[in-house]
Nanobody
Framework: QVQLAESGGGLVQAGGSLRLSCAASGSNYGMGWFRQAPGKERRFVVGISWSGDSRVYIDSVKGRFTISRDGAQNTVYLQMNNLKPEDTAVYYC????????????????????WGQGTQVTVSS
């Protein structure tokens, strides 16, 4: 059983920054951040491979968001800069404990453990 605990959400003005953290009870998992905006489905935003060597971002956050993990590999961070109102959503971190390949998987069904979510609100 893997437990994930997110933190770092909040309210910020457009153009501002936030850093989300996701602390995992284990280490060396592929990790992803998903988000769910009001009235919309939850979608993949960014992921990092279990080794930390690969990162995948959706186009709308490239150049603004950065995913990283600490040396012990059990905390993953999402640095979000130049936030926009359309980034407003509940952000969830998730662990992909089964995939040991070199890439990052982006489907919700590939992730077997989920955090409780943290709200990010960007005002215009």
């Amino acid at each position: 059983q893997v437990q994930l605990a997110e933190s770092g959400g909040g309210l910020v003005q457009a153009g501002g920054s936030l850093r989300l953290s996701c602390a995992a009870s284990g280490s060396n998992y592929g990790m992803g951040w998903f988000r769910q905006a009001p009235g919309k489905e939850r979608r993949f935003v960014v992921g990092i491979s279990w080794s930390g060597d690969s990162r995948v971002y959706i186009d709308s956050v490239k150049g603004r968001f950065t995913i990283s993990r600490d040396g012990a590999q059990n905390t993953v961070y999402l640095q979000m800069n130049n936030l926009k109102p359309e980034d407003t959503a509940v952000y969830y971190c998730a662990a992909d404990t089964k995939f040991r390949g070199s890439g990052v998987r982006g489907r919700q069904e590939d992730y077997d453990y989920w955090g409780q979510g943290t709200q990010v609100t960007v005002s215009s």
